[in-house]
């Protein structure tokens, strides 16, 4: 059994479509277990105050938020199947931006006791400091290991043991490319300590930037290696699918609600798509003299670096010239964050689509360009006035563990 899934594994990425490019093959049956640890889900009749929350961006919503966390509480006191959960942070052979191996860390949480119904592949959602990835914290998604899944997440590259990389956001195939691969190495390893889960279809999730890098994972396992992680379901919400689309109303309307966001995916899109563009084409001085200090360090979460570059118009933080498609530059980008879009494959499996009409982080339009995208697939949308992205993330949650 072992030797078969093995070489099965190898097997999925020599066969490589003409979606995606070329990787070097890498021997998955390589994670290694660097720390094991336990934790409660729910501790007195409250959420262990020691999950990771996405940051809410403002008062009035963390309020909000916190209601959603009592009602998310009263479901997993009704529902759960394992209150503790033991954490698995480990490291596994993938692949770098350009294909070849390169040794990258995440995650996995079991439930302490009885039965894993499937692996659940989570892409997690955006993030500043390292402190807040999946093998340092304890990530929000993971509490749905209680409900019996086997909870995968990758830190992706830029992340855990790769910390000094710069972090390639919003490049969807080689963050995909980090997940699918911790599952496949994960995969195994279940099988040797013998909690391998008892149907070997697994489950996709992520919200935010893991919701797009989710159906980067579809996409990607869909091409290469469905033989192995055969797809039973995918949930993605608050995505920003259309990058283009994302950009045009950014520019447009003169604001984002996640002003660390902008440099990140001009960082990112370039050093994934090797473009070779220069940074101070883009940004104005005052981002440009504290960006590695802000942005790549990874000292500071999302919310931190948002008040440090005090910011919320486009126009404050980039250059004339990194707002003007006309531009050569600015236009080489715009083509890369088109070819970032995963609006772009058709699924063989069903997907639950969730965003907030009041999102102001990931905008809406992302949530109907999906809808348009994906018409008379095996979809469900919900889409309704959730709250801000923060408040979106907990509902999506909490709808995920009703449904699982």
């Keep these: 059994m ?29 994670f290694h ?26 008062e009035p919503d963390t309020k909000v938020a916190s209601i959603a966390a009592v009602d998310l509480v009263k479901e997993i006191l009704g529902n759960i199947e394992s209150n503790r959960l033991i954490h698995i942070a480990g490291t596994y052979q993938g692949h770098d931006v350009d294909g070849s ?18 692996m659940l592949i989570v892409s997690h959602f955006t993030i500043g400091a390292n402190y807040e990835c999946p093998s340092e914290s304890f990530p929000l998604e993971g509490i749905l290991a209680g409900r019996g899944y086997a909870v995968v997440i ?49 489950i996709l999730l992520g919200y935010s930037q893991g919701g797009s890098t989710t159906l980067g994972v579809m996409d990607l ?12 379901e995918v949930y993605a919400g608050g995505g920003p699918y259309d990058l283009a689309a994302t950009f045009d109303i950014s520019m447009l309307e003169d604001l984002t609600g996640i ?7 001009v960082q990112g899109v370039n050093v994934g798509e090797n473009l070779g563009l220069k940074i101070s084409d883009f940004f104005k001085p005052v981002l440009l003299e504290h960006y590695d200090e802000w942005i790549n360090s990874k000292n500071f979460t999302v919310k931190q670096i948002n008040l440090l570059m005090n910011a919320n118009s486009v126009s404050d933080l980039m250059t004339d010239v990194g707002r003007d498609k006309k531009n050569p530059q600015t236009a080489k980008l715009y083509k890369a964050l088109m070819m970032n879009s995963v609006l772009n494959f058709i699924p063989r499996h069903p997907i639950h689509f969730f965003h907030s ?13 999906a809808e348009q995208y994906f018409k008379g697939k095996d979809i469900t949308f919900d889409f309704d006035a959730y709250g801000k992205h923060g408040m979106g993330a907990i509902r999506f949650i909490f709808n995920a563990y009703k449904e699982l």
């Design 2 to 30: 072992k030797r078969s899934l093995f070489l099965t594994g190898l097997m999925c990425l020599i066969l490589v479509a003409c979606r995606h490019p070329e990787v070097e093959v890498v021997d998955f049956d390589t």
């Design 33 to 58: 277990v660097t720390k094991v640890s336990d934790s409660d889900i729910v501790i007195g009749g409250s959420l262990n105050p020691e999950i990771h929350f996405m940051e809410t961006e403002d």
């Design 221 to 232: 396992i869909q091409d290469e290696c469905e033989d192995v992680l055969p797809i039973k």
């Design 154 to 202: 990758a830190d992706y590259i830029g992340f855990g043991v790769t910390k000094d990389r710069i972090h390639p956001y919003m490049h969807v195939e080689s963050t995909a490319r980090s997940v699918v691969d911790m599952a496949l190495a994960v995969k195994p390893y279940l099988q040797h300590i013998g909690r391998a889960p008892e149907s070997d279809q697994v």
């Design 101 to 118: 191996p390169l040794t990258l860390s995440g995650k996995v949480l079991l439930p302490a006791k009885g039965r894993i119904k499937n």
């Design 259 to 265: 002003p660390c966001a902008i440099p990140m995916i």
């Design 357 to 369: 009409t009041e999102d102001t982080t990931v905008p809406f339009i992302n949530g109907q360009k």
